[in-house]
């Protein structure tokens, strides 16, 4: 039986409120466009600040990452609830680290690409989402998506941007 937790929930489990995307999973609409919002709205500071440390920032949430959407998929019941939006902050992170320039431009181009493909889920992304289970299933096929996302961008940019 699937749990969607409370605010409150999450407070009180610091793995649910990082897997929540410190609440922003909780929306009652789009989840997952909301916690790729927030989280790259919340980077963003810290990548224009101080680069090295978005990427180390980003790293160790890619190196946690597994556990904490793993377990906030056994907490909920289900194997990839619509809230647990870890996965979404990860991959606009690493979109918006990878850009050609740090522009308004780019962060939405950003923002749009990702989520196209993390919507869409073209092959393997797809795949990896129905075959790979528990919290690196949950993460890879986020991380496939942004690999994505940056390929096109980059693509966009050499060719005619």
């Keep these: 039986m699937m749990r969607t937790p409370s605010f409150e929930d999450l407070l009180k489990h610091p793995i649910l409120f990082l897997g929540f995307g410190l609440g922003s999973g909780l929306s009652p609409k789009a989840p997952g466009t909301v916690g790729t919002l927030f989280g790259g709205v919340i980077f963003l500071p810290l990548l224009l600040w101080n680069p090295p440390l978005a990427w180390v920032l980003t790293l160790v949430g890619l190196v946690f990452g597994s556990r904490i ?3 906030s998929a056994d907490w909920s019941g289900v194997h990839d609830h619509g809230g647990i939006v870890w996965d979404e902050f990860v991959a606009i992170w690493l979109v ?26 073209p092959w393997p992304i797809g795949w990896v989402d129905k075959r790979v289970q528990g919290g ?7 991380i496939i998506a942004a ?3 940056i390929m096109i961008i980059w ?7």
């Design 69 to 71: 959407c793993g377990q």
């Design 96 to 121: 918006l680290l990878c850009l050609p320039q740090q522009t308004w431009f780019y962060w939405l181009f950003a923002f749009v690409a990702f989520r196209f493909f993390d919507i869409i889920k």
């Design 136 to 142: 690196f299933g949950i993460m890879l096929d986020d």
């Design 147 to 149: 690999c994505y996302s």
């Design 155 to 161: 693509g966009a940019s050499a060719s005619f941007l």
